[in-house]
């Protein structure tokens, strides 16, 4: 069993920063490919951006050169650093751990940008 808690959402400016951070417990986090989601009102929950166990990234075309994911292993938690927000980043963003056909979600943390 893994037990994931974001942290960092929050209320921020457009073209602010937010850093999310998502820590988990319960099993072993670096044999885990680690995700950001996030669902907008009315919308269907979308991938942001991954971090396989072996560091391989990918990011979604509409975040890719303003977000960032990473992981600690040490510290058993992965983050996402948001730059450059815009008013369509607001969502509730989920945290999401898998390993073969094993998933697990966070309860996630609300992000909105507005002025």
């Known amino acids: 069993q893994v037990q994931l808690v974001e942290s960092g959402g929050g209320l921020v400016q457009p073209g602010g920063s937010l850093t999310l951070s998502c820590a988990t417990s319960g099993s072993i986090f670096s044999s885990y490919d680690m995700a950001w989601y996030r669902q907008a009102p009315g919308k269907q929950r979308e991938s942001v951006a991954s971090?396989?166990?072996?560091?391989?990234?990918n990011y979604a075309d509409s975040v890719k050169g303003r977000f960032a994911i990473s992981r600690d292993n040490s510290k058993n938690t992965v983050y996402l650093q948001m730059n450059s927000l815009k008013p369509e980043d607001t969502a509730v963003y989920y945290c999401?751990?898998?390993?073969?056909?094993?998933?697990?979600w966070g309860q996630g943390t609300q992000v909105t940008v507005s002025s």
């Open positions: 971090i396989s166990s072996g560091y391989w990234i």
């Open positions: 999401n751990a898998a390993r073969s056909i094993t998933t697990y």
